[in-house]
């Protein structure tokens, strides 16, 4: 159980465009999901936290209106990318909390962006 | 504010134990996460510890001190496979979200 998925699992695009990320809680209901960011050898970055229904918390430094999240349901989370440029080239990962342990977020296998 | 500190690369030999030490300093501490990330692959759960101890889980155990803000992760008959980056990570109890250290790179040689 706990499985979360990511899709597209990898995405290249033309400066300027926006990318949507959708992940998803396969078996479980998701209470509150998290989306990260990851450059080249350094660690998981919270972009933001999101729970259904209501707003997203970004943290510092994240502009909520180029990284737009919406929660719609317990099971889908997307995570959009406006006029993205090359500085936003990464890896997005997003992880979900509800599963059998109610504590831990389970992630998804992750998003690789490049913007050229 | 919130510091989680953990050696940057360690290198061990297949077949032996290594022990890979955590740091933090953070209000609202809730438990602590271990997490393994293979190279371009997302984070994988390893364990979670809520009160003082040990607890161990197959060739893996991960110890918790509170009042010393201390985790190690311990790896015991290491296998090629264990390379991989092994990410501390504090869950804080006033916003529900876990803080990632900058993780620990380990490469085993055979």
């Known amino acids: 159980g706990a499985v979360v998925s990511q899709h597209p699992s990898w995405v290249i695009c033309k400066s300027g465009t926006s990318v949507k990320i959708e992940c998803r809680s396969l078996?479980?209901?998701?209470?509150?999901m998290f989306w990260y960011r990851q450059f080249p050898k350094q660690s998981l970055m919270l972009m933001a936290t999101s729970n259904e229904g209501s707003k997203a918390t970004y943290e510092q430094g994240v502009e909520k209106d180029k990284f737009l999240i919406n929660h719609a349901s317990l099971t889908l989370s997307t995570l959009t990318v406006t006029s993205a440029h090359p500085e936003d080239s990464s890896f997005y990962i997003c992880?979900?909390?509800?599963?059998?342990?109610?504590?831990?977020?389970?992630f998804g296998p992750g998003t690789r962006l490049l913007v050229l | 504010g919130q510091n989680i500190d953990q050696p940057t690369e360690m290198t061990a030999t297949e077949g032996a134990i290594v022990q890979i030490n955590c740091t933090y300093q953070?209000?609202?501490?809730?438990?602590l996460f271990w997490y393994q990330q293979h190279a371009g692959e997302a984070p994988t759960f390893l364990s979670y510890n809520v009160l003082d101890g040990l607890e161990e889980k197959g060739r893996f155990s991960s110890f918790l001190s509170r009042s010393k803000g201390y985790s190690y992760l311990l790896l015991k008959e290491l296998q090629m496979k264990d390379s991989a980056s092994y990410l501390c990570a504090v869950l804080k109890s006033s916003a529900s979200k876990i803080i990632f250290g900058s993780g620990t790179r380990l490469s085993i040689r055979p």
């Open positions: 078996d479980f209901q998701a209470t509150t």
């Open positions: 953070t209000s609202g501490f809730n438990g």
């Open positions: 992880s979900a909390r509800g599963g059998p342990q109610q504590e831990t977020q389970y």
